[in-house]
């Protein structure tokens, strides 16, 4: 069945109250791409607890079935994607590989981990999507090698703009158990976001890249 209004809820309620989610506006985190945030997800938190990682294991294989069929390969996104395309791969029974951020630098320099083949159709695995650009360049390094990448799923999506830009001019769908507005609902509900911090979050997601804390 289609993810529900509920499952997305479900996880969101999940990262907060594992602390997989963390708010900080005083002292805003500073992420990869340069951006500071009041806000970070660290899904890897997730791996800890049995319970949370069985749940989100199941609904990300249901996910990949339901959007792309079967495909021949998971490909998990280093670092955070890589236990998650694992335990999925593992459940559906098929090959898995990973792809590096830089090639190695020693031995055989590799970029993609594991065996991939040309003309296999993959789906991509990431513990969450940002601004996109590290699993473009895992897609894009995949299809350099010959591999037919049919989509990508994610834990939790921010819902940037840039990220959609991205992933349509690549023509890959993706898709994400949770995203950054039921996450905010959740979290009032819950009480881990006081209406103070959404109108700072709701402030921050609409020009992330010049945000600063005040």
């Known amino acids: 069945m289609p993810l529900t209004s509920e499952t997305q ?27 500071k ?48 395309g694992v335990l999925i791969a593992q459940e559906l029974g098929l090959p898995f590989a990973y792809v590096r951020s830089a090639p190695k630098e020693h031995g055989r320099q590799n970029l993609i981990e594991g065996e991939v083949q040309a003309g296999h159709r993959a789906v991509v695995i990431e ?41 349509k001019k690549i023509h890959c769908r993706y898709f994400s158990l949770c995203n950054y507005e039921i996450l905010l609902q959740e979290g009032v509900k819950g009480g881990y976001i006081s209406s103070d911090d959404i109108k700072m979050l709701q402030s921050w997601r609409l020009n992330p890249g010049s945000w600063m804390s005040t």
């Open 37 to 84: 945030s009041p806000i970070y997800c660290d899904n890897r938190v997730t791996l800890s607890y049995p319970v949370i990682r069985t749940f989100i294991r199941q609904q990300l294989v249901q996910m990949v079935q339901e959007e792309f069929g079967t495909p021949e390969i998971i490909v998990g996104v280093a670092t955070a994607g890589i236990p998650q």
């Open 127 to 167: 513990d969450l999507v940002s601004t996109g650009k590290s699993s473009i360049k895992c897609i894009e390094s995949l299809k350099d090698a010959g591999v037919e990448v049919v989509g990508l799923v994610s834990i939790f999506d921010y819902g940037f703009e840039e990220a959609e830009k991205a992933f």
């Open 9 to 35: 809820s479900k996880i969101a309620e999940y990262l907060l109250q594992i602390k997989a989610v963390k708010l900080q506006p005083k002292e805003p985190f500073t992420w990869a791409s340069g951006w």
